[in-house]
């Protein structure tokens, strides 16, 4: 069954640094997104990316986050200058349609930083 | 903003049905979903409900909608210790973007 892959599974950074985390993508989904779950709280909406741009993005999204689709398959997420607040679990999901919102997720990526 | 609220936890015995409440301020949603979320795993897409309709039943699983009252629940019938996991109300619109709830988790006893 195809699923939706994440690496790496555990990052520890220390605060200030800069963190990639990747996602493949179910290999026909068109929709993408990225979610995180700071421990103990909501799953919260961060970016949805279509057709190579931003589609919609939260107010947690800001300047310090980017994503890219650098290639046919990758879709990853940066945090350019990591603080403690940015631990969390993060989820990247695809979908084949974002009208009917069967996200598929990743087991996530845990996130530490120090 | 949008909320959604879950109760956090339910215990029930093997065998015994689960009930798990859901309340959502978002009307606009046109999906809402349950998930659900096994110790170090992702979220796994469990069933969905139209937002025009008031019932869904897959199998074990029975979604019933109260569009009005902005209520959703998720039904398990005859529980299995499996079935122990943290269940997410997700209301969704038509971006894809998903409204979580905090979870509730389900304690199955044997």
């Known amino acids: 069954e195809p699923e939706v892959t994440q690496t790496p599974s555990h990052q520890v950074t220390q605060m200030g640094q800069e963190v990639i985390l990747r996602c493949v993508p179910i290999s026909n989904h068109l929709y993408f997104y990225w979610y995180r779950q700071i421990l103990g709280q909501k799953v919260e909406f961060l970016v949805s990316?279509?057709?190579?741009?931003?589609?919609?993005k939260s107010e947690i999204f800001d300047d310090q986050f980017s994503v890219e689709r650098p290639d046919g398959s990758n879709f990853t997420l940066k945090i350019r200058s990591t603080k403690l607040e940015d631990s969390a679990m993060y989820f990247c999901?695809?979908?084949?349609?974002?009208?009917?919102?069967?996200?598929?997720f990743g087991e996530g990526s845990r996130l530490t930083v120090l | 903003g949008e909320d959604v609220e879950q109760s956090l936890f339910l215990s029930v015995r093997e065998g015994d049905s689960s009930v798990i409440n859901c309340t959502y301020t978002?009307?606009?949603?046109?999906?809402l979903y349950w998930y659900k979320q096994e110790p170090g795993a992702g979220l796994q897409l469990l069933t969905y409900i139209f937002s025009n309709m008031d019932m869904k039943q897959d199998q074990r699983l029975t979604v019933l909608l109260n569009k009005k009252d902005k209520h959703l629940s998720l039904r398990i019938a005859d529980t299995q210790t499996g079935d122990s996991a943290i269940y997410f109300c997700?209301?969704?619109?038509?971006?894809?973007?998903?409204?979580f709830g905090q979870g509730t988790t389900l304690q199955v006893k044997p």
């Open positions: 990316f279509y057709n190579n741009e931003i589609s919609e």
């Open positions: 999901a695809s979908s084949l349609d974002s009208r009917t919102g069967e996200l598929f």
């Open positions: 997700a209301p969704g619109s038509n971006t894809g973007k998903l409204i």
């Open positions: 978002d009307s606009s949603s046109t999906y």
